[in-house]
């Protein structure tokens, strides 16, 4: 059986990509998901409010387990990291 790389990330450092080649990049990898894998828009717009609202919340990464939320929110399997859960 023939290996296929389905890997998008480049080893990049963030200092070293332009902002919005950076949102490019995510939104790519977010539409890319599997749709078993993937949250459906709504639950994901309901998990981001949360984050947003939350005190952990560091230019859209999380204080408490260095996620990109937008990453988190995205994956139905994930959760807040939080001792007491957001989502």
Same mark, same amino acid.
């Given at each position: 059986? %023939?290996?296929?790389?389905?890997?998008?990330?480049?080893? +990049? /450092?963030?200092? *070293?990509?332009?902002? #919005?080649?950076?949102? =490019?990049?995510?939104?790519?990898?977010?539409?890319?998901?599997?749709?078993?894998?993937?949250?459906? %828009?709504?639950?994901?717009?309901?998990?981001?409010?949360? +984050? /947003?609202?939350? *005190?952990?919340?560091? #230019?859209?990464?999380? =204080?408490?387990?260095?996620?990109?939320?937008?990453?988190?929110?995205?994956?139905?399997?994930?959760?807040?990291?939080?001792?007491?859960?957001?989502?």
């Amino acid at each position: 059986m %023939e290996y296929v790389n389905k890997r998008i990330c480049k080893k +990049c /450092l963030l200092q *070293d990509i332009a902002p #919005e080649e950076y949102l =490019k990049s995510m939104k790519s990898y977010l539409d890319r998901l599997d749709d078993e894998v993937k949250t459906g %828009e709504s639950l994901y717009q309901k998990r981001i409010g949360l +984050c /947003l609202e939350c *005190d952990y919340l560091a #230019e859209g990464i999380c =204080k408490i387990c260095g996620c990109f939320v937008e990453y988190r929110a995205a994956i139905k399997l994930r959760g807040c990291p939080a001792i007491h859960p957001k989502w």
